[in-house]
Nanobody, 126 residues
Framework: VQLVESGGGLVSPGGSLSLSCAVAGFSITDHAVGWFRQAPGKEYEGVAY????????YFSESVRGRFAISSDIAKNTVYLQMRNVKPDDTAIYTCAALSGNAYGSTWSVPQVYRYWGKGTQVTVSS
């Protein structure tokens, strides 16, 4: 089982960035995937979620309207599209997966996820 994030880097405020989470060892048709981030000195924050088989989506208040999440079933990959980024979006972004779907607001709870990637750094700075 492997989740591999890519696409992180340095982006200017107001810019866009797209992150990928390539999954191996199980199918996203029966696993939900969430994106989390952790800034230095802060707790993990769930920012986006997509249910199994490109299902229900959830977003945190901090990114709603700016971030989008999508799934490519054929590639077994989940994407996080970040738009109008802000310096507060600077963090290590990590994708995680669980079998089936999360229930309600538990999508943002790290403990419900079984599989984790290693993360990719996103830095928003001019």
């Amino acid at each position: 089982v492997q989740l591999v994030e890519s696409g992180g880097g340095l982006v200017s405020p107001g810019g866009s960035l797209s992150l990928s989470c390539a999954v191996a060892g199980f199918s996203i048709t029966d696993h939900a995937v969430g994106w989390f981030r952790q800034a230095p000195g802060k707790e993990y924050e769930g920012v986006a979620y997509v249910g199994e088989n490109d299902g229900t989506r959830y977003f945190s208040e901090s990114v709603r309207g700016r971030f989008a999440i999508s799934s490519d079933i054929a590639k077994n990959t989940v994407y996080l599209q970040m738009r109008n980024v802000k310096p507060d979006d600077t963090a290590i972004y990590t994708c995680a997966a669980l079998s089936g779907n999360a229930y309600g607001s538990t999508w943002s709870v790290p403990q419900v996820y079984r599989y984790w990637g290693k993360g990719t750094q996103v830095t928003v700075s001019s």
